[in-house]
């Protein structure tokens, strides 16, 4: 098992990719059908080598780890993803974390989370992960000037992670070859999405809620003044992620009386 590690990690690296050891290890994982930390301990059926070695061969091709194992970590949970639908980065971890450390403190189980997203393969995927767990998944455009009419002024907390990359950007090939354009080019400076989705903030929040949306790492001026010129939210700040770069403004709406 150690061997067949070894050698998966050197035809990764080789094919260019810069996490080789550790996705060498994932992939043994599944093929075995073990948790990562027991690879140690397991002994291998027979026909583990030849599942391991086409799933490194597909590695090695730039099909994203995820799609291979079918599942992608994302903070405390873990979730189906697949072909068709984008697969959740580390970055955004930063964007849960403080959404959960600031608005859902309490951990109330009776808060009511609606979901919204207009990619038909997406939103099966929302619902399969979200089955049991009373979240609302619609399908809608945020875009839209009229979408989520029956929240306005009701909700306490809005998180988007919208399409932001500028137009033309050179990507991976994990990304370029198998996210959905859809899913992640905003107009050519990547705002198309972002500027409907602080107007659709200032019209659901109810005084005092609080925002935050993701961003290129190369726009976080344009989304702070975006915020700033709608005269509906204070607190506005640029945060950044894991590896420190600009990933997300938050910002809070404007009480009674006040912008």
Same mark, same amino acid.
């Given at each position: 098992?150690?061997? =067949?590690?070894? @050698?998966?990690?050197?035809?990764?690296?080789?094919? /260019?990719?810069?996490? *080789?050891? #550790?996705? +060498?290890?994932?992939?043994? =994982?599944?093929?075995?059908?073990?948790?990562?930390?027991?690879?140690?301990?397991?002994?291998?059926?027979?026909?583990?080598?030849?599942?391991?070695?086409?799933?490194?061969? %597909?590695?090695? &091709?730039?099909?994203?780890?995820?799609?291979?194992?079918?599942?992608?970590?994302?903070?405390?949970?873990?979730? *189906?993803?697949?072909?068709?639908?984008?697969?959740?980065?580390?970055? !955004? @971890?930063?964007?849960?974390?403080?959404?959960?450390?600031?608005?859902? +403190?309490?951990?109330?189980?009776?808060?009511? #989370?609606?979901?919204?997203?207009?990619?038909?393969? +997406?939103? +099966?995927?929302?619902?399969?992960?979200?089955? /049991?767990?009373? #979240?609302? #998944?619609?399908?809608?455009?945020?875009?839209?000037?009229?979408?989520?009419?029956?929240?306005?002024?009701?909700?306490?907390?809005?998180? *988007?992670?919208?399409?932001?990359?500028?137009? &033309?950007?050179?990507?991976?090939? @994990?990304? *370029? @070859?198998?996210?959905?354009?859809?899913?992640?080019? /905003?107009?050519?400076? &990547?705002?198309?999405?972002?500027?409907?989705?602080? %107007?659709?903030?200032?019209?659901?929040?109810?005084?005092?809620?609080?925002? %935050?949306?993701?961003?290129?790492? !190369?726009?976080?001026?344009?989304?702070?003044?975006?915020?700033?010129?709608?005269? %509906?939210?204070?607190?506005?700040?640029?945060?950044?992620?894991?590896?420190?770069?600009?990933?997300?403004?938050?910002?809070?709406?404007?009480?009674?009386?006040?912008?």
């Amino acid at each position: 098992m150690r061997r =067949a590690i070894d @050698e998966a990690a050197d035809t990764l690296t080789a094919a /260019g990719i810069d996490t *080789a050891r #550790v996705d +060498a290890e994932h992939l043994a =994982a599944h093929a075995a059908g073990v948790d990562r930390g027991r690879l140690t301990w397991h002994e291998p059926d027979d026909g583990f080598f030849e599942r391991y070695h086409e799933l490194v061969a %597909a590695r090695a &091709g730039r099909i994203p780890l995820q799609h291979l194992t079918t599942t992608a970590a994302f903070g405390p949970v873990t979730l *189906a993803v697949g072909p068709g639908v984008f697969i959740p980065r580390p970055e !955004t @971890e930063a964007l849960l974390e403080w959404a959960l450390a600031i608005a859902l +403190a309490d951990a109330r189980p009776g808060a009511r #989370v609606v979901a919204v997203d207009d990619s038909a393969e +997406a939103l +099966a995927y929302a619902r399969r992960n979200s089955a /049991g767990t009373g #979240v609302d #998944v619609r399908e809608a455009n945020v875009t839209d000037r009229h979408v989520l009419d029956d929240l306005v002024g009701e909700v306490d907390l809005v998180v *988007a992670n919208p399409p932001y990359i500028p137009d &033309g950007a050179v990507l991976e090939p @994990e990304v *370029a @070859e198998h996210d959905p354009a859809h899913a992640l080019f /905003g107009g050519p400076d &990547g705002m198309q999405v972002i500027g409907p989705i602080v %107007a659709l903030s200032a019209r659901l929040l109810r005084p005092g809620g609080l925002a %935050a949306v993701e961003h290129d790492d !190369t726009t976080a001026d344009q989304t702070v003044a975006m915020f700033t010129e709608t005269g %509906a939210f204070s607190e506005v700040t640029a945060r950044r992620d894991l590896t420190g770069r600009p990933r997300f403004v938050t910002a809070r709406r404007g009480m009674k009386g006040e912008p």
